[in-house]
DNA sequence: CTGAAAGCGCTAACAC
DNA sequence: GTGTTAGCGCTTTCAG
């Protein structure tokens, strides 16, 4: 059986509320007595049982993250910029893995709920009201990650989609582009609400550009979409000069495609992506991308969290961190 | 508040330890008072506090999972596996992420016993004497996820790798291949000793080729390691006729210093990786490897984790995956 | 500044 | 079959 606060108390001579005192900082303790126990507890390796301290105070250095797939490099990042700032503040990492179903968000949440985690940092596709209202019914600290968490009342780290979309599409446009084609995750909702989409949209008009309907294109988020996709294009003949992907892995299964078809990538066709994950700078060519600060948006999320936690102000609800355009062999 | 079994018990007019009875199943209820029972609890709304639950059980249900590094694609597909295993089950995933520092690891032991986590599934790059002692020490049912697990007596999940280097090297050589290079990721320890370079040793023997120390290079588990030792050989001018990495991402590093040197693969040089993460099939071209079952370790290990905590039997201590030469286009 | 005691929500003897 | 009760290890009033 390992040591507990009794043990400590009895060897030191004092009360228990003494040793909780101690370790808590909680109160004064004059300084011979607080030694004596300090020295107890190095001797004995005593550990504080944060199960029982936390059925009493009702919370524990606990930090629910619910992602929608671990197996992401998109998430591990995230995870890894979490994982690193929590340990920074002694929180440790609960994870949840949702596979994107809602049924499971929900059951998660409850979950968490149960478990008194300290707070919630929320990675989703797309959040929903009824998800986002559970969380807010229990009180506790919650950061969300997703593309449409501005759309609610709740604290969010992102970036700007819009001008990032804009942005790509502009660079191309500059480059003297004319049909660039726009390859989307789609995820049941309407194309015409997405940011980037109207980041897209909105570059082609300043420019003068017809936006051209067929060169509008929904995928999942896999590389076999994109990969589909283009090929589609191809067959129809309909090959655009440029390929803005709305993230890496589609936009490597749009080069793919474009490259077992013998078209030059970056001479016939121009390819960006989106996000900048590992593979963006792995494959050749190497992929033009918008970079995302996954792992910053990932520390920047477990920093408020612990701000939250802690009672501190936070600045802004909806943090928008800076993007880059990188240029590489893809564009 | 949310509702306790207190509150359950007085609804239903019955003591707690009936509530505790029927929600447990651990003795027998008079049918119509279990019904009446689970009608309150369903009214309710109740969940069992697991915090107190683990207190007085001095069990959880969490599965401690230690890894090295959370955001390689690796590790993602084991936690997808572990993840999805568990879950089955009804265990919950705490995530420790180590950097593969021995220090990191112990901490996190160490952080899981006084969890009372119900079991530890520990992955690592290599494991070490001292990790090992503290879990056997804790008494927490555990799995162990490493290349050199076999060398220790634990439960253990892995692939046959001398087996599986050998079937590389050996498919090189049929394809007449004679230079062969062999990279790896080192990890301080005599390469010697590796079970993968004893494969591709034996390999060499069994075929009559010299064994060429010039051709076997140690790098880290990055791509840009790979990289540079590929380039290093190039600037030597001694180009192998086939470069098996042992690692994906050490492979893609190889590839990609070739073609920059606009050295063909796979006409003059074939490359293989090992693993089969997803990006082996993402870039072109494609990764011929020894496709690791990464999925499925995680989920065996998981199965055999709840198994060990349910005292359940074990068939074997060091449970070997197939493994499979899976050829594409780099070879 | 320190100790005694109550209680967090639950399980598991122990009685009846 | 069911209820009473003693903790699990800790924090936190409340006295002193």
Redesign the interface.
């Known amino acids: 059986m ?1 040591v507990t606060i009794k043990d400590v108390a009895k060897m030191a001579g004092v009360s228990i509320s003494t040793v909780s005192r101690v370790i808590n900082n909680s109160k004064p303790v004059s300084s011979d007595i607080r030694d004596q126990v300090l020295r107890v507890i190095k001797e004995t390796g005593y ?1 504080p ?4 301290r ?2 009493v105070t009702k919370k ?1 250095n ?1 930090i629910g993250v619910i992602v929608p ?5 998109f ?3 995230l ?2 910029g979490i ?1 690193e700032i929590g ?1 920074m503040y002694e929180y ?6 949702t596979y994107g179903e809602s049924e499971r968000e929900l059951k998660y949440i ?2 968490l709920k ?3 985690v300290a707070g919630i940092i929320f990675v989703s596709e797309k959040l929903e009201k009824p998800q986002i209202d559970l969380v807010k019914e229990s009180q506790i600290p919650s950061v969300y990650i997703s593309k449409n968490a501005k759309d609610f009342d709740v604290y969010s780290i992102g970036i700007d989609h819009k001008q990032a979309s804009y942005d790509m599409t502009h660079y191309f446009i500059n480059k003297g582009k004319k049909k660039i084609a726009f390859l989307r995750a789609s995820v049941e909702d309407n194309i015409e609400d997405s940011e980037r989409y109207k980041g897209y949209k909105k570059a082609l008009e300043d420019s003068g550009i017809d936006l051209d309907k067929s060169l509008v294109l929904q995928g999942d988020s896999t ?1 076999e979409s994109g990969y589909r996709i283009v090929e589609m294009l191809i067959e129809k003949g309909n090959i655009p000069e440029a390929i803005f992907a709305s993230s890496d ?1 589609l936009a ?1 299964g749009a ?2 495609a474009l ?2 078809n013998r078209i030059n990538v970056p001479k016939d066709v121009s390819i960006a992506g989106y996000d900048d994950t590992r ?1 963006a700078s ?3 060519p190497s992929l033009t991308v918008i970079k995302q600060p996954i792992y910053d948006m990932g520390a920047v999320a477990a920093r408020i969290i612990v701000k939250l936690i802690d009672n501190q102000d936070v600045e802004e609800k909806y943090i928008i961190l800076p993007h880059t355009l990188i240029e590489r062999q893809s564009s």
Chains 1, 2 share one sequence.
């Open positions: 390992a550990v049982n944060p199960v029982a936390s059925l524990s606990i797939d671990i197996s992401s490099l998430v591990g990042d995870l890894s994982e340990r440790d990492i609960f994870l949840c893995n409850n979950l149960s478990k008194a590389n892995e490597v080069l793919n490259l077992d593979i792995m494959i050749r």
